[in-house]
């Protein structure tokens, strides 16, 4: 099983700061097959990411991804109040597919 | 536009079982691989199975195999996952999603509670 690890388990930061988020693989995702999902409280996931880098449709181009192999990135250009929530990346390449345990977004 | 709406959930004891059902719409159901995810209460996500679009693959996490069964009825564009052998564990929201590169549409969930 690929155990993902996210960074940090809370990040801190205040509107308008650029937000880096990380996900770590124990094993290589080939085929970048990674997605990212952001989670409102109450509220089901959406998906914001996949294939490491694709923008899904109707997500702001304030959310980008990047990476590959084993080390995955999200980035925030630009917070928004509504972005202060979790977020969780997920890889796809092996079954049992996976999820990280998540990082939280807060204000600083 | 898309549609999933789950049911099936509720309160059950160690031991027992349910059925949950997820109502798909707005989108050719038969072209579609479709997940469930859990999340257990103030948890993070948990990928739970997956089934190709004509329901001849299947997959399972390591925690549902041997107890959860999926499957679908692409005729009544209908997701199903049956859940045997429940345990406190097991108490989750149950969220059914549409594949497509990424979950990219989500139910709003059904709640399974197990306890005596």
């Known amino acids: 099983e690929i155990v993902l690890t996210q960074s940090p388990d809370t990040l801190s930061l205040s509107p308008g700061e650029r937000a880096t988020l990380s996900c770590r693989a124990s094993?290589?995702?080939?085929?970048?097959?990674l997605a990212w999902y952001q989670q409102k409280p109450g509220q089901a996931p959406r998906a914001l990411i996949y294939?490491?880098?694709r923008r899904a449709p109707g997500i702001p181009d304030r959310f980008s991804g990047s990476g590959s192999g084993t080390d995955f990135t999200l980035t925030i250009s630009r917070l928004e109040p509504e972005d202060f929530v979790v977020y969780y990346c997920?890889?796809?390449?092996?079954?049992?597919?996976?999820f990280g345990h998540g990082t939280k977004v807060d204000i600083k | 536009q898309v549609q999933l709406v789950e049911s099936g959930g509720g309160l059950v004891k160690p031991g027992g079982s349910l059925r949950l059902s997820c109502a798909a719409s707005?989108?050719?159901?038969?072209?579609?691989?479709m997940l469930w995810i859990r999340q257990a209460p103030g948890k993070g996500l948990e990928w739970v199975s997956y089934?190709?679009?004509?329901?001849?693959?299947?997959y399972y996490a390591d925690p549902a195999k041997g107890r959860f069964t999926i499957s679908r009825d692409n005729a009544k564009n209908s997701l199903f996952l049956q859940l045997n052998s429940l345990s406190a564990e097991d108490t989750a929201l149950y969220y059914c999603?549409?594949?497509?590169?990424?979950?990219?549409?989500w139910g709003q969930g059904t709640l399974v509670t197990v306890s005596s």
């Open positions: 999603a549409k594949w497509n590169y990424g979950a990219d549409s």
């Open positions: 707005g989108f050719s159901f038969t072209d579609y691989s």
């Open positions: 089934i190709n679009s004509n329901g001849g693959a299947v």
């Open positions: 094993q290589s995702v080939s085929s970048n097959n």
């Open positions: 294939g490491a880098s």
């Open positions: 997920q890889q796809y390449t092996t079954f049992p597919w996976t």
